[in-house]
């Protein structure tokens, strides 16, 4: 497998495009065929700046939804391959969705803080039983009329609809669908006209690896111009045919790959979105790219893993693929190589790369700005801006940056700027050609004895060690240096190695400062329900596990 990604932590959703891998001889190349859109010009200081020529949309998703239908009417809009089900753009219809792994403490959190009404779930998702988890917030529910839920900690929420059954105090789906009438549906005509494009439509919640989740709100305008733009550098055009533009996604919906990189994109270039299966499976997703003829596959790391590994992978006929976008999870960056970046509070994609790149330039960067879209790149230390090729935190301005946590003030101000500037607290350098490169996240650097060091550096390089699997380092503190490198390692099936080879390895390779002064042999690490590795908790592990 040869891929990379690197973009990590709470923000550093990561969205990769054109790979390359290759797994037991399996060498499958997915290259996207597009027209070449040059745009980089030379620059000079760590600021960029995206190009102008494609004006702004200044639509509400809805609009751009309707005028889609008017283009495509009978196009695909969504394919749910296990069951069977095809809505054509005229059939389509809105959904909203919350993280589906959510526990009852994280599910009253994100209903309390953004005062929802209205919940929308099916009985039970996998192994969650949605609405006993709902019931230990909401006892009342049960004993209420539905669409008349008095709660006491949740009290905002008035009604519940069941997508597959009904149970004490909830409506079932088709109830709801019955009772809309003519009238109902002129109501929501005359609402849609007043609606503007600078007004909330996605509250997304950062699922955030320290503190409680925070609601990073979007506009219209937000996510209505990231699709465009996303599906423009894709190569998305309407001369093509709907057979060109099928994209699979097994990622889900709550996340912005596959909500704004999935949907939104749909939305607006007329594109059709097949899923798989009601959550990841390999084969199904295999299945179902052979069977309706995908074009495009977006989804993370692990599944790409998943899928290469299934036993009967060959027997599966992928040639109608030609693209794709991986996102997600933080990957080492031996596993995967990424062309595009993102953050959710920015609508997500800022950076992306360009089809026609070299691959030094895919494996190595993230891609150039998209446009309408600014970034600069500061020492997070002084707020002084670096020369180019120097690492500092990124910053980006423009229409994009969300317009604030929901109901959060305080936070809103910690990271945009007066000037609107959006502070990703991603670590990243800037090359002549405008070319960004992610070295990790700003608080995950370790500063030893006032010397910075960023911890991805480190794991890109013990990566490089035969017998390593995986890496996280992270600083353990220290009564001298302030901190020490630690490095926590997770060996191949069947290797082992010892704490001084791995030393001896790094000797003259890397500075001596950077070379962990403790290697700990680790079998897994502390993860977020999303999956990324908890740095702050396995910190924590490490410096009980020292003795410091
Ligand atoms: C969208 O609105 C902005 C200012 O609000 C304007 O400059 C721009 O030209 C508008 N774009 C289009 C396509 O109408
Ligand atoms: C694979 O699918 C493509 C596109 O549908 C088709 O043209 C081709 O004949 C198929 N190949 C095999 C071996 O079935
Ligand atoms: C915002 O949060 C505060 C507490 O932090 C709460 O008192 C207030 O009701 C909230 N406002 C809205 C509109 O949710």
Redesign the pocket.
């Known amino acids: 497998v040869c891929m990379r990604c690197s973009a990590w932590g709470e923000h550093g959703m990561c969205w990769g495009g054109p790979f390359v891998l290759g797994v037991q001889g399996v060498v499958l190349w997915l290259a996207l065929h597009t027209r070449a859109l040059s745009a980089s010009h030379r620059v000079t200081e760590s600021y960029i700046q995206g190009t102008l020529d494609i004006p702004l949309i200044n639509k509400t998703v809805g609009q751009c939804l309707d005028e889609t239908a008017e283009r495509f009417p009978h196009r695909d809009a969504f394919v749910f391959h296990r069951d069977g089900v095809r809505k054509t753009f005229a059939q389509f219809k809105e959904e909203v969705s919350v993280n589906p792994a959510y526990q009852a403490h994280e599910l009253e959190f994100v209903i309390r803080k953004v005062g929802c009404k209205a919940l929308v779930f099916p009985a039970h998702f996998k192994s969650q039983k949605y609405y006993d988890i709902l019931k230990q917030s909401c006892p009342e529910v049960e004993n209420s009329s539905p669409g008349g839920i008095k709660s006491k900690r949740l009290p905002d929420l008035s009604t519940v609809i069941m997508l597959d059954s009904k149970l004490p105090g909830t409506f079932h789906m088709d109830e709801v669908l019955q009772a809309g009438d003519s009238s109902h549906m002129k109501q929501l005509r005359a609402l849609q006209q007043t609606l503007s494009c600078n007004e909330p439509i996605n509250i997304q919640f950062t699922s955030g690896t320290t503190g409680s989740p925070k609601g990073a709100t979007l506009s219209h305008r937000n996510i209505v111009n990231n699709a465009n733009l996303i599906g423009m550098r894709l190569g998305i055009t309407e001369q093509v045919g709907p057979a060109d533009y099928r994209v699979c996604i097994p990622a889900p919906l709550y996340h912005c790959l596959g909500s704004v990189g999935g949907c939104m994109v749909t939305a607006l270039h007329g594109s059709s979105c097949i899923f798989s299966a009601p959550s990841f499976e390999g084969k199904a997703t295999l299945e179902a790219v052979?069977q309706e003829?995908c074009s495009f596959l977006h989804g993370t790391p692990t599944m790409f893993i998943d899928m290469l590994s299934q036993p009967d992978f060959d027997s599966y006929?992928l040639?109608?693929l030609r693209g794709g976008v991986i996102a997600g999870s933080p990957v080492p960056p031996e596993i995967m190589k990424m062309i595009a970046y993102g953050t959710t509070e920015n609508s997500p994609v800022t950076f992306m790369g360009f089809p026609t790149d070299s691959i030094s330039r895919r494996t190595e960067t993230v891609g150039s700005i998209l446009p309408h879209t600014e970034a600069k790149i500061e020492d997070p230390e002084t707020g002084k801006p670096v020369p180019l090729n120097t690492p500092g935190e990124l910053q980006v301005r423009g229409y994009c940056v969300m317009l604030g946590y929901w109901n959060d003030s305080a936070r809103t101000r910690e990271v945009i700027s007066d000037d609107n500037w959006y502070k990703t607290g991603d670590i990243a350098t800037l090359d002549e050609h405008g070319y960004c490169r992610i070295i990790g996240r700003c608080k995950d650097m370790i500063i030893r004895g006032g010397e910075n060091i960023y911890p991805a550096e480190i794991e890109q390089f013990l990566h490089t060690h035969p017998k390593i699997e995986e890496v996280q380092v992270v600083g353990v503190k220290d009564s001298l240096m302030g901190e020490e490198v630690c490095a926590c390692i997770r060996l191949r099936a069947g290797q082992s190695c010892a704490a001084d080879d791995i030393k001896a390895f790094c000797k003259g390779q890397i500075s001596h400062f950077k070379i962990p002064r403790y290697i700990v042999f680790v079998n897994q690490y502390p993860l977020t329900v999303s999956g990324k590795v908890q740095k702050y908790k396995l910190r924590e592990q490490m410096e009980k596990h020292l003795q410091l």
């Open positions: 052979s003829k006929n040639s109608t």
